[in-house]
């Protein structure tokens, strides 16, 4: 009865339906219990779950869970900036992929391993529209209010040709505190597009969980919080 519980609450929305741009392909927010997937490259009816408290060794973290709740897509995150994909939930399958971070200068950037071979990188997510803190998403950041913003980077192949985008927006007044979207080149498997976004969340949380919250002074902030009223 809990892992069900928290499997429906994993799949439930925190505030009501997001609207996208027409072009978004990918598109994730966050939800009460973690990351919600809204839109997949694909086009499938798919949902994300996680593992939940009682995954078995060598389950994956993430599941990208079709109709019938057939397993698609396996997601393994490895320590704390990487995640492999694998067709399926068993770990003897192979690789699929994987999105790994990096970081210069403080601003996290990603590497897209695709199923054939291709080799994506994104620019630093850039602030967009102006705002206080730094100009990308960095570990920085001192305060909650620092991150809070819209910030976006180009997807660019090997040959450095900006062939799609991944966006973040990260604030209190919006319909989730953290929203995601983009726009990926067609080789971008569904599972591959969705541990970019993991990975982004994750840097995103851990910023969030090393940086002032103003408005407790202390560390370990929350960047949803809003000023009290």
Same mark, same amino acid.
């Given at each position: ?139 920085? #950041?001192?305060? !909650? @209010? *620092? ?6 980077? /180009? ?5 450095? +040709?900006?062939? %799609? ?30 541990? #970019?976004?993991? !990975? @982004? *969340? ?6 969030? /969980? ?5 408005? +407790?002074?202390? %560390? ?10």
């Amino acid at each position: 009865m809990m892992l069900a519980a928290v499997v429906l609450a994993a799949c439930k929305p925190s505030r009501g339906p997001i609207s996208y741009d027409p072009d978004v392909k990918l598109a994730l927010h966050l939800a009460r219990a973690g990351l919600f997937l809204d839109r997949i490259p694909s086009g499938r009816e798919l949902r994300l779950e996680t593992g939940g408290w009682l995954a078995s060794p060598g389950r994956p973290t993430y599941r990208l869970v079709g109709e019938g709740n057939q397993v698609v897509t396996g997601l393994w995150t490895v320590g704390h900036s990487r995640v492999m994909v694998r067709e399926g939930e068993s770990s003897i399958e192979p690789i699929a992929g994987e999105v790994v971070a990096s970081w210069e200068e403080s601003a996290i950037r990603l590497t897209l391993h695709l199923a054939n071979a291709h080799v994506l990188h994104t620019d630093a997510f850039a602030r967009q529209g102006g705002g206080t803190g730094p100009s990308t998403i960095s570990r920085s #950041a001192q305060t !909650v @209010l *620092d991150v809070r913003g819209t910030y976006k980077a /180009d997807v660019r192949d090997a040959d450095g +040709r900006s062939v %799609g985008w991944l966006r973040a927006k990260i604030g209190p007044y919006q319909k989730a505190p953290r929203i995601y979207d983009g726009v990926l080149p067609a080789d971008v498997g569904d599972g591959v597009a969705v541990a #970019a976004v993991i !990975v @982004l *969340d994750g840097e995103v949380a851990w910023i969030e /969980d090393h940086a002032l919250d103003v408005y +407790r002074g202390t %560390g370990d902030g929350r960047l949803e919080k809003s000023i009290p009223r």
